[in-house]
């Protein structure tokens, strides 16, 4: 039977680059893609950029959305802060990190330093520093399916917060440290479907709290140290179906408090909470897993590591 005779190899021509039309077509798609997708506002101290006011920028954005690039420097802010209205959804404020700060002047009268009161309006790499003026919040949101990332927040521990989530639905709050204050982030007024996850919380008077009639929420990997004086994660005052998990929880006065018998349903897992005075307080009603279906001993759950 005679060998097969195999195909003799295909030459292939060198490698010269993309064909000039296609190159021509991909740029000048990325040239309308950078030029009609989005609007950019670029805020600067040094004159450098399109305004040096960030609320100016934000209102040059209010019919368009799109990006206000905030260059690094410290930003000052009148009495009245700075505000995303809920008619301008679709608004960014990116910083260029630790470097751009932002803080109140002194006499500054409203609660936070930043609003976010539309849908789908996004704060990330900024740092905001209220530490000076008391009883001040870094930023409250009132406006739905909000993201706020990558953030520091330094706040007076007389009454400052790094974030109020307030009647919103769909907000994340993700990957930011918050050191100093009284709270690092509340949830208040029927929040719902939010989400706060892999943040750091150092030196606090108290860490998280779900409040008033907020369902439905997840508080996970996050990692809270406090000064020993109240409650690492805080369930309150008509709050169900929560899912606290996967943080690790040290030196607090209670490390997880579920604060009365009107918060149902909520869920505790995974948890580590060590070296706080007082591990789990559970006053809630069907808490779960902790042992047995509406008890108060969560040390008989071995999901959560208790100390």
Same mark, same amino acid.
């Given at each position: 039977?005679?060998?097969?005779?195999?195909?003799?190899?295909?030459?292939?021509?060198?490698?010269?680059?993309?064909?000039?039309?296609?190159?021509?077509?991909?740029?000048?798609?990325?040239?309308?893609?950078?030029?009609?997708?989005?609007?950019?506002?670029?805020?600067?101290?040094?004159?450098?950029?399109?305004?040096?006011?960030?609320?100016?920028?934000?209102?040059?954005?209010?019919?368009?959305?799109?990006?206000?690039?905030?260059?690094?420097?410290?930003?000052?802010?009148?009495?009245?802060?700075?505000?995303?209205?809920?008619?301008?959804?679709?608004?960014?404020?990116?910083?260029?990190?630790?470097?751009?700060?932002?803080?109140?002047?002194?006499?500054?009268?409203?609660?936070?330093?930043?609003?976010?009161?539309?849908?789908?309006?996004?704060?990330?790499?900024?740092?905001?520093?209220?530490?000076?003026?008391?009883?001040?919040?870094?930023?409250?949101?009132?406006?739905?399916?909000?993201?706020?990332?990558?953030?520091?927040?330094?706040?007076? /521990?007389?009454?400052? =917060?790094?974030?109020?989530? !307030? #009647?919103?639905? +769909?907000? @994340?709050?993700? $990957? &930011?440290?918050?050191? %100093?204050?009284?709270?690092?982030?509340?949830?208040?007024?029927?929040?719902?479907?939010?989400?706060?996850?892999?943040?750091?919380?150092?030196?606090?008077?108290?860490?998280?709290?779900?409040?008033?009639?907020?369902?439905?929420?997840?508080?996970?990997?996050?990692?809270?140290?406090?000064?020993?004086?109240?409650?690492?994660?805080?369930?309150?005052?008509?709050?169900? /179906?929560?899912?606290? =998990?996967?943080?690790?929880? !040290? #030196?607090?006065? +209670?490390? @997880?408090?579920? $604060? &009365?018998?009107?918060? %149902?349903?909520?869920?505790?897992?995974?948890?580590?909470?060590?070296?706080?005075?007082?591990?789990?307080?559970?006053?809630?009603?069907?808490?779960?897993?902790?042992?047995?279906?509406?008890?108060?001993?969560?040390?008989?759950?071995?999901?959560?590591?208790?100390?």
């Amino acid at each position: 039977m005679p060998p097969e005779t195999l195909p003799k190899p295909i030459t292939l021509p060198p490698f010269t680059g993309l064909p000039k039309k296609f190159l021509v077509d991909y740029r000048q798609a990325d040239s309308r893609a950078k030029t009609s997708s989005f609007a950019t506002a670029l805020v600067a101290l040094d004159g450098t950029g399109d305004f040096d006011n960030i609320q100016s920028a934000i209102d040059s954005l209010l019919s368009s959305g799109g990006i206000v690039a905030i260059k690094d420097g410290t930003y000052e802010v009148g009495e009245n802060g700075i505000t995303i209205p809920s008619t301008a959804p679709n608004i960014s404020l990116v910083g260029a990190g630790a470097s751009t700060i932002i803080k109140p002047v002194t006499g500054h009268v409203e609660e936070a330093i930043l609003f976010l009161k539309g849908e789908f309006q996004e704060v990330r790499n900024i740092k905001f520093d209220s530490s000076a003026v008391d009883d001040v919040i870094g930023i409250i949101v009132s406006g739905n399916k909000c993201l706020i990332t990558r953030c520091w927040f330094v706040t007076s /521990n007389t009454g400052g =917060s790094g974030v109020l989530l !307030s #009647g919103t639905e +769909n907000t @994340i709050v993700s $990957n &930011n440290i918050a050191t %100093d204050g009284l709270y690092a982030y509340r949830l208040q007024n029927s929040c719902t479907f939010c989400v706060i996850s892999d943040n750091v919380c150092k030196d606090l008077k108290r860490g998280i709290l779900i409040h008033t009639t907020c369902n439905n929420n997840i508080v996970s990997g996050n990692a809270l140290d406090g000064e020993g004086t109240s409650d690492g994660i805080e369930i309150d005052a008509n709050s169900d /179906n929560n899912v606290i =998990s996967n943080n690790r929880i !040290s #030196g607090f006065a +209670n490390g @997880i408090h579920i $604060n &009365n018998a009107n918060c %149902d349903k909520n869920i505790l897992i995974g948890n580590q909470i060590i070296g706080n005075s007082t591990a789990v307080v559970d006053s809630g009603t069907n808490t779960h897993p902790n042992g047995a279906s509406g008890t108060t001993n969560l040390a008989l759950d071995d999901l959560n590591i208790i100390a």
